[in-house]
T-cell receptor, first 116, second 110 residues
Framework: GAGVSQSPSNKVTEKGKDVELRCDPI?????LYWYRQSLGQGLEFLIY????????KSGLPSDRFSAERTGGSVSTLTIQRTQQEDSAVYLC??????????????FGEGSWLTVV | KNQVEQSPQSLIILEGKNCTLQ??????????LRWYKQDTGRGPVSLTI?????NTKSNGRYTATLDADTKQSSLHITASQLSDSASYIC?????????FGAGTRLTVKP
């Protein structure tokens, strides 16, 4: 696709349920990032994938959060046993290479998660 | 303490006026600085990227400046339009680590 695609765009789930959020990065982009943005807050780093290297998971807030990237392309962020504080927008981004090298980082439109 | 501080937190201006948003950082070693625009309910969109050697970069009515000595950047918006209403996020990179500011919420009123 032309941009970073995320699904679902909106998800309402009951507390305690598991959710999966999907990110389809721009074709050819080796770097993929997940961020979380609570209402009115800044972006919070969650996890970073770069090619075949081990992901940087330092931003994951708890062991209920996990992510994988299959075949170096599509990524799935999984939240187990969701809590109300997990309600936020989950943004995925991708870039040609490591973002810190100066490549433009493209964001998806986000997945809005509401835990009730 | 956040290594990227943005000010003001929010700003309201009249259509057609200019404004300047500030970004101060302590991230080191510095690699590059980016400004993003995030419309409500949308993902951030890149406005500018500046490396250590760049002092200014323009993108239409948006002009970003960088002073790597004082570790300050500004985003100047000229002749504001209603569509400029958004959050503006400063992102500073060090090696392969990016630090996000909390953003400035700009509202342009007619």
């Amino acid at each position: 696709g032309a941009g970073v695609s995320q699904s679902p765009s909106n998800k309402v789930t009951e507390k305690g349920k598991d959710v999966e959020l999907r990110c389809d990065p721009i074709s050819g982009h080796t770097a993929l990032y997940w961020y979380r943005q609570s209402l009115g807050q800044g972006l919070e780093f969650l996890i970073y994938f770069q090619g075949n290297s081990a992901p940087d998971k330092s931003g994951l807030p708890s062991d209920r959060f996990s992510a994988e990237r299959t075949g170096g392309s599509v990524s799935t962020l999984t939240i187990q046993r969701t809590q109300q504080e997990d309600s936020a927008v989950y943004l995925c981004a991708s870039s040609l290479d490591r973002g810190a090298l100066g490549n433009t980082i493209y964001f998806g439109e986000g997945s809005w998660l509401t835990v009730v | 303490k956040n290594q990227v501080e943005q000010s003001p937190q929010s700003l309201i201006i009249l259509e057609g006026k200019n404004c300047t948003l500030q970004c101060n950082y302590t991230v080191s070693p510095f690699s590059n600085l980016r400004w993003y625009k995030q419309d409500t309910g949308r993902g951030p969109v890149s406005l500018t990227i500046m490396t250590f050697s760049e002092n200014t970069k323009s993108n239409g009515r948006y002009t970003a400046t960088l002073d790597a000595d004082t570790k300050q950047s500004s985003l100047h918006i000229t002749a504001s339009q209603l569509s400029d209403s958004a959050s503006y996020i400063c992102v500073v990179s060090a090696n392969n680590d990016m630090r996000f500011g909390a953003g400035t919420r700009l509202t342009v009123k007619p």
